[in-house]
């Protein structure tokens, strides 16, 4: 059972279009990562946010906090086929903890 | 090497078979988590140490699933009696303060 849904589960997109992947709950989270997975790879760490409303960017990556701190958002400006991978979103409950729940993943393909 | 390896990478195992599967972290990270993978969705976490103490093992599926770090470095997660449901990545992450570093994995399927 995953507390944390993601959406879309799939998405298939043209090299330079602009995308956005949704990371719900209905728990608190204390604080939110961000991966993205390679086949064949373990995940790698994007981004951490731990306040309500915070936004942070990784070059044509932007994450958001939602403010209730149950919601998170990745955006995606001007998609490039080396951003193909599956994205996971992982809550941390309390804070301090080491426990980490994984959402769903979005599965993101970048056509060239 | 500085990231976590994993081995063996694939390993196929008849049903009723015990596995072990092995998790070499970063040298110095002090936690270690397993996590288990099933295809499409995201890890879902089996146990923790902090050193060679197993903190939490409340994400075991069953008692045939047994993890030990003896020397607070090396981890084995071992399968006893394998059954196809087990089939599925297995990861392995250390980490250093809040960011956890992934191991690539082994994939265990079970015929």
């Known amino acids: 059972t995953q507390l944390l849904e993601q959406s879309p589960q799939f998405l298939s997109i043209q090299e330079g279009e602009n995308l956005t992947v949704y990371c719900n709950s209905s728990?608190?989270?204390?604080?939110l990562q961000w991966y993205r997975q390679e086949p064949g790879e373990g995940p790698v760490l994007l981004v951490t946010?731990?306040?309500?409303?915070e936004v942070k960017k990784l070059k044509r990556l932007t994450f958001q906090f939602g403010d209730a701190r149950k919601d998170s958002s990745l955006h995606i400006t001007a998609a490039q086929p080396g951003d193909t991978g599956l994205y996971l979103c992982?809550?941390?409950?309390?804070?301090?903890?080491?426990?980490?729940?994984f959402g769903t993943g979005t599965r993101l393909k970048v056509l060239a | 090497g500085a990231g976590v390896s994993q081995s063996p990478r694939y390993k196929v195992a008849k049903r009723g078979q015990d596995v072990a599967l092995r998790c070499d972290p970063i040298?110095?990270?002090?936690?270690l988590f397993w996590y288990q993978q099933a295809l499409g969705q995201g890890p879902e976490f089996l146990t923790y140490?902090?050193?060679?103490?197993?903190?939490?093992k409340s994400g075991l599926p069953s008692d045939r699933f047994f993890a030990e770090r003896p020397e607070g470095s090396v981890s084995t997660l071992k399968i006893q009696r394998t059954q196809q449901e087990d089939s599925a990545v297995y990861l392995c992450?250390?980490?250093?303060?809040?960011?956890?570093?992934f191991g690539p994995g082994t994939r265990l399927l079970v015929l």
């Open positions: 992450a250390s980490s250093f303060l809040e960011t956890q570093y």
């Open positions: 728990s608190v989270f204390s604080s």
């Open positions: 946010v731990v306040t309500g409303g």
């Open positions: 992982a809550g941390a409950r309390t804070s301090g903890t080491y426990k980490y729940i």
């Open positions: 040298s110095g990270h002090v936690s």
């Open positions: 140490f902090q050193n060679e103490a197993q903190l939490d």
